[in-house]
């Protein structure tokens, strides 16, 4: 039997998350024995022609080239996963989204704009069917590895939905707000085993908001320690952005 045929694809992003794939170590060289990685631009030259088993997209669709493009690896892929949160929420690239199209081309590139066309920042699945997803920027090495599993052996992986808080309070870390730091735990999505605040950061709701977060719990927390609500919604907007889309 063959092994699957794995590819890796970037666009609008930083392609750190196709770094922590390669910076897996040891448990990396056991994916390999599983899976024929066909095309990795980040870690090889080679290119593919055929058809791809499972493709793994980075990055933010931010032009009609990338449309067009990601729209061909669909079609090629059996499974296509959106890796990181430029692409399963957009990321920080949504921002542009916040002003007018033909302002930020003249901030950018000055009276040159016109030759470098683009359109609302959006995320993979707004432009194309995502099978899988896997938040966070950088994404999270022991999820990746997880939601590999599951797609070779053809179950789903189901991204939790409690928030980051509940993982922080697991591995007792002391609530960042009572140490005169705003996090946007309350109201983003676990499944990164609070990573960031494990390391004495805070968390930048890089995973994407909860289906239903308790945002008036969340606005209690606010109320306690005296934070203007206004602060943290443009906070939520540095990688949610992209979600008002969803709702037009």
């Known amino acids: 039997m063959s092994k699957p045929k794995v590819a890796f694809f970037d666009f609008a992003c930083c392609e750190g998350c196709q770094l922590q794939v ?8 056991d994916v390999l024995d599983i899976v024929q990685v066909v095309e990795f631009r980040e870690v090889m030259s080679e290119k593919w022609d055929g058809e791809f088993d499972v493709a793994f997209v980075e990055g933010s669709i931010t032009d009609e ?9 669909r079609e090629r892929s059996k499974i296509l996963v959106a890796l990181g949160s430029c692409a399963t929420i957009g990321g920080v690239n949504g921002m542009k989204n916040s002003f007018q199209l033909e302002e930020v081309g003249k901030y950018v590139y000055g009276e040159s704009y016109k030759f470098f066309p683009t359109i609302h920042t959006k995320a993979v699945h707004q432009v194309v069917k995502v099978d899988y997803f896997i938040n966070g920027c950088p994404i999270y090495q022991p999820e990746f590895l997880t939601v590999l599993k599951c797609i070779l052996q053809g179950i789903p992986y189901y991204v939790p939905e409690y928030p980051v808080c509940v993982e922080c309070k697991l591995n007792e870390n002391v609530c960042m707000y009572d140490r005169g730091l705003t996090c946007m735990g309350p109201v983003t999505k676990a499944g990164c085993n609070s990573w960031c605040i494990n390391n004495g950061n805070i968390c930048y709701g890089c995973r994407g908001l909860t289906i239903n977060p308790n945002t008036e719990g969340f606005k209690e927390v606010l109320k306690k320690y005296n934070i203007p609500e206004d602060f943290l919604m443009k906070k939520i ?7 008002e889309l969803d709702k037009s």
């Open 22 to 29: 390669a910076n897996i170590g040891e448990p990396l060289l």
């Open 237 to 243: 907007e540095m990688y949610n952005k992209c979600k």
């Open 65 to 73: 080239h990338a449309v067009q493009r990601v729209k061909r690896i």
